[in-house]
């Protein structure tokens, strides 16, 4: 049943104590229900800003297929239906002031035609595309995948048939939970495979990456280098802030796309 503006609001309030719900997964029983009532079934892959990525060999064949952002093409393109929130939950909750609230996540599936439209519009796919360039245009990074705990929160199912696509700054829920969360739940999260996040010798070690760049706080400074971890979700967004153009980010699989979009095939039907 579509959530009541009620419910919404009550998220709304809760929502920036999130960093310490996100603690409780640790704690063994309710890390297990958290799990299944939030996060069960879930794959998200992060994609890069086109703008950021290196090709390190010619595609060739799959030329059609260099930018991550033709993975949401492709779903928008399949989906008979397609919803567009009014606003961004995360952002508002936090009165966020960097990045615009009106900028919502972009629903794809049957389960769209029970969210409350209170809280957004069914658009055709013209309109779907031309959300996600402004929200490009804004700086924002997309996620995509299935995520239980949007069909928890719009009150839709069934979850197999609602694809989110998320539009993300710093403000982002699982952002600000996936260097807390449990091992178990975070590794639902991810980013596109092949993908490569490395820092150059072109770094100073300025310390601009550093400043509330990384959504998963990856890079530290190490003998005033830049140093990315294993947490890296291959966003880019330490390639576009860069100042000396240091990091470079590039995919060396060049199957990439077709990879990501029949994964996600196989856990959603959008049609």
């Known amino acids: 049943m579509a959530r009541p503006l009620w419910f919404v609001e009550l998220i709304k309030k809760t929502f920036p104590n999130i960093k310490l719900i996100a603690k409780l997964t640790h704690i063994p029983i309710l890390g297990t229900l958290f799990d299944l009532l939030l996060f069960k079934g879930d794959d998200i892959i992060y994609l ?135 091992p178990k739940i975070g590794s639902k999260v991810n980013k596109i495979p092949g993908v490569n996040v490395k820092v150059t010798d072109k770094c100073i070690g300025c310390g601009t990456c550093l400043k509330g760049v990384c959504f998963v706080g990856a890079i530290t400074l190490v003998d005033n280098h830049a140093v990315i971890s294993d947490m890296c979700k291959g966003c880019g967004r330490c390639v576009s802030i860069c100042p000396q153009n240091a990091i470079e980010l590039t995919i060396d699989d060049e199957h990439y796309v077709r990879k990501v979009i029949k994964r996600i095939d196989k856990l959603i039907d959008v049609t």
Not at 49 to 60: A, F, N, P, S, T
Not at 125 to 147: D, F, P, Q, T
């Open 48 to 182: 890069p800003q086109d703008k950021v990525i290196k090709v390190d060999r010619e595609l060739e064949e799959y030329s059609e297929y260099v930018l991550p952002s033709q993975v949401l093409e492709y779903f928008i393109k399949k989906a008979k239906h397609h919803w567009i929130m009014d606003f961004c939950i995360c952002r508002t909750s936090m009165e966020c002031k960097d990045y615009p609230h009106n900028l919502g996540c972009l629903f794809l599936g049957d389960a769209v035609l029970d969210i409350n439209p209170q809280l957004g519009r069914q658009v055709s796919k013209e309109e779907a595309l031309e959300h996600l360039n402004k929200c490009r245009e804004a700086g924002l990074v997309h996620m995509v995948g299935r995520n239980k705990l949007d069909a928890q929160w719009l009150g839709v199912k069934p979850g197999e048939k609602l694809l989110s696509i998320c539009n993300c700054c710093p403000c982002c829920c699982l952002w600000r939970i996936l260097p807390i969360v449990s």
